[in-house]
């Protein structure tokens, strides 16, 4: 993201062998008012996603949905509900992949696919929305081949650990082998030792849920920084999404809501969409606040999890009074969330163990900005998000 770049800062800290203190930081700015607030709203929508680089079509349909919301502006068809799926599937599917074919061959000592990666690239540069059937066709081979290492329908109907376990042992392909590297390092590892303290996130295809935290956006600016529900931090993304998959439902039975079950949540719903099987709830809607004339509310599952924007329109509708966006990584990495959750107490026996678990679990959930690891005070490294 070029103006809303910010980065994360994670420190550890140890005694004894075990995690002590996980303190997280971010240092991205909340500058969307700041950028958008006094513009013509339609005009305010339409550079939403040139501010973004990472997301921008779900950044755009939020604006969109959200504007809509403050207008009263009527229901989408059919035919353009299944087009807006259509456009977010393929984003997160991108997202999933990026991470897939570039980031997790090099954590194997695995060469990176560029045919692949040229492929997709090329067919996305021509239907970016991934509507046509042909752009689904290489996205589902590229996942087949690439990451899943055989039929994507095949992948998404497993139900049982075993048949997951004896695919990573098959070892095809390079997520097959990041994940069993996990699996050995310790299956329950990245799981919150009381996952009461952070849980999923509910569905924001309850209006309630919505309502409820889109009402504390509007309140206090500085909620986006450090979002609750429930005076709880949360945990969104692929695991909300699919936690009812009965292989994600038996891999958080029998490892918690760990680094592996997140992981495997991500790759499942990567299956899903490859395989052209419906979403098993809306991927995007908006919301109208009863109580509140002329705003708006949006949101969209992103690859990361759940965006929100929330736009007031001034008096005479046309301009924006406000403007405020929640992201997911805001969530995910809120100072005592899923991240601080599933490190804090960790027992490990020294700083290249604890680097490496650390880097896992911030793969699994995934933020969209870069972040810097210390552990006891020193860098262990700048990864890119």
């Not at 999933?96 to 996305?124: E, H, I, N």
């Not at 059937?133 to 690439?146: W, Y």
Request: net charge negative; hydrophobic share 50%; glycine share 8%.
């Amino acid at each position: 993201m070029n103006q809303l770049a910010g980065e994360l800062t994670i420190d550890l800290t140890t005694r004894d062998g075990v995690v002590g203190a996980v303190e997280v930081v971010s240092s991205r700015p909340q500058l969307a008012d700041r950028l958008l607030a006094g513009k013509p709203a339609d005009a305010a929508v339409a550079m939403v996603p040139q501010l973004f680089s990472i997301c921008g079509r779900a950044q755009g349909i939020a604006a969109e949905l959200a504007l809509q919301a403050a207008r009263a502006a009527p229901a989408d068809d059919a035919a353009t509900l299944l087009a807006r799926t259509h456009r977010i599937e393929s984003e997160i599917a991108q997202e999933y992949l990026w991470r897939a074919l570039l980031d997790w061959p090099q954590a194997v000592g695995m060469p990176t696919d560029a045919v692949a990666l040229a492929d997709l690239r090329r067919a996305f540069s021509a239907d970016p929305s991934g509507a046509q059937a042909a752009t689904r066709d290489v996205l589902r081979a590229v996942v087949e081949q690439g990451v899943l290492g055989g039929s994507a329908q095949t992948w998404f109907e497993h139900e049982h650990v075993p048949a997951f376990e004896i695919w990573i042992a098959q070892a095809r392909t390079a997520a097959a082998r990041l994940i069993g590297a996990v699996q050995r390092e310790g299956a329950r590892h990245g799981a919150p030792a009381q996952p009461a303290d952070v849980p999923l996130l509910p569905a924001f295809t309850d209006a309630t849920v919505l309502a409820s935290v889109a009402a504390a956006l509007a309140a206090d600016a500085n909620y986006a920084r450090e979002p609750l529900f429930d005076a709880r931090p949360a945990e969104t993304g692929a695991v909300c999404r699919v936690q009812g998959h009965p292989l994600v439902a038996a891999l958080n039975a029998a490892f918690g809501r760990s680094t592996l079950t997140r992981l495997a949540a991500r790759l499942t719903e990567l299956a899903r969409i490859a395989a052209g099987i419906a979403p098993p709830a809306p991927l995007c809607g908006r919301l109208a606040p009863a109580d509140a004339p002329r705003r708006g509310v949006g949101w969209v599952e992103t690859a990361r999890g759940v965006l929100v924007h929330l736009i007031d329109l001034d008096a005479t509708g046309e301009h924006v009074a406000a403007y405020r966006i929640l992201a997911p990584t805001e969530w995910n990495f809120h100072p005592r969330g899923a991240l601080a959750a599933g490190l804090r107490g960790a027992h490990v026996t020294g700083a290249a163990e604890l680097r490496q678990r650390a880097g896992w679990l911030v793969q699994a959930l995934d933020p969209c900005v870069a972040y810097s690891l210390r552990i006891d005070g020193q860098a262990v490294g700048s990864p890119h998000a």
